[in-house]
């Protein structure tokens, strides 16, 4: 995870206190580009949900990739952003993977799986940040 850590520490800054909702949606798509996520997207949902904040989607080529993608997102949250996952959904068939992080959700998908939800089109008018490799 050497690798992640550096990643991280270059787009976001680990404050003593927990990360506010912005910079952890940053850091985990940092670690999705880390794991070689495709498609990754950051949704600004504040104002339009009252459950979260950001919505961070991305896209594993098979089943071993989104369940990889979900445990090294996990661990490295803790890890390295001080900030542990609520709660986990789709294990261990992950064709679609939920991480909950309160302030942030992340979707997880196969590649195949992805275009039928189109979370993407649910939430068009919301802003995207912008996630710098």
């Given amino acids: 995870m050497a690798k992640q850590s550096s990643s991280v520490a270059r787009n976001v800054q680990k404050n003593s206190t927990q990360l506010g909702a912005k910079q952890l ?4 798509g940092n670690i999705g580009i880390d794991k070689k996520a495709k498609d990754i997207e950051i949704i600004d949902v504040r104002g339009k949900v ?6 961070v ?21 803790k890890k390295d952003l001080g900030t542990p996952c609520h709660g986990v959904e789709g294990l261990p068939k992950a064709s679609w993977v939920l991480l909950d992080y309160g302030d942030v959700i992340v979707h997880i998908f196969h590649e195949h799986t992805r275009p039928y939800y189109d979370l993407e089109t649910l939430w068009m ?5 912008a996630l710098k490799a």
């Fill in 57 to 77: 989607l991305m896209s594993g080529s098979s089943d071993r990739q989104v369940n990889a993608l979900a445990r090294y997102i996990e661990e490295g949250s």
């Fill in 125 to 129: 008018d919301a802003k995207r940040v």
């Fill in 25 to 28: 949606a940053l850091g985990i």
């Fill in 50 to 55: 009252d459950y979260t904040d950001y919505i």
